[in-house]
């Protein structure tokens, strides 16, 4: 393979994996949980706050940024690590799943998509090819393949889903010219045990430096999206990584890295800040303009570590929310990040200490304790 990735799966403890994933940026030591810039930055921080929380990858959206500002001025600007000031490791999504979620009209064909922008309404087109050239001015280290993302309970659906995916990777294989991008394929098969497994197969015969996991987290129940990734750690290769796309609680993450994931991503995190809640640690939430919290002296987790908890209380963090101060969004986006991205790190710690089963177990115990 000429790309200048590769994988190092260090040890396994159960179905849970630590590794070393090298890019031209950097290496990802997974687990690894990665905060969403969708459009170049990640809300309310700055990179020097991402990487201050511990941060190592971030991941941006093909779909956004080829809306605005464009790919062609992200490419002449020097690419998204010159363009977004970030210098570790990024990740861009095929544009996929927001042609299909967030577009009121769109058509799809075996060939691609076509669709009106949620900006301006405009028309434009994704295909594979497009998908690729769109990820190859931006310049991400890991890119995804362009494929349709299904309803989870529509067989049918998810068949058609499936074969479009298969065929559209091809393409985007053929498409791609820059060695300096791992481009990930995408196993899809809804909840359907047989269609994952023909997904799978598929998808890692084409020897790509790593795989990721889609069309959960859409719907389906959790104890299908977990029989899904035992079935996905059982037919995806042990020498390549394994992402399992949107998925961001830290219930979600224990519960993927115990059946093999490394890689995670989810928006929630920001998006939970920016409404006013954080989560603890041990999977309790706390929404914050609550009253009880006005002369409350604690930090939001005793526990935690971050910028946050270190320097504010809860009555401060409550008096920014009713005062609409900016700097709420910061500092609860800092702590939520914090407790994910720390979270993985320390998953990875127990992996490599042969105890990751008893860390889980301990913290699974705790949030259920925190939602009695």
Known sequence: MSEPFSFNLQTKDGRARAGRFYTPHGVLETPVFAPVGTQATVKALTPAQVRDLGATLVLSNTYHLY??????????????HAFMRWDGPILTDSGGFQVFSLTGINKIDDDGVTFKSHIDGSTHRFTPEKSIQIQENLGADIIMAFDQCPEPYDRAGVETAVARTHAWLERC????TRTDQALFGIAQGGIYADLREKSAAFVTALDLPGYAIGGLAVGEKKEEMHATLELMDACLPEHKPRYLMGVGTPQDLINGVRRGVDIFDCVMPTRMARNEAVFLRNGGRLTLRNAPFARDP????????CYTCQNFTRAYLRHLIIAKEMLSATLLSIHNLYTLVHLAKDMRGAVLEGRFEAFARELMQETEEAHE
């Not at 604690?298 to 570590?305: K, N, Q, S, V, Y």
């Open 298 to 305: 604690r930090p939001i987790d005793e526990t935690c570590g």
């Open 67 to 80: 809306l605005r500002p464009g790919d062609d001025l992200v490419a002449e600007m020097g690419g998204l």
């Open 173 to 176: 294989a053929a498409a791609k």
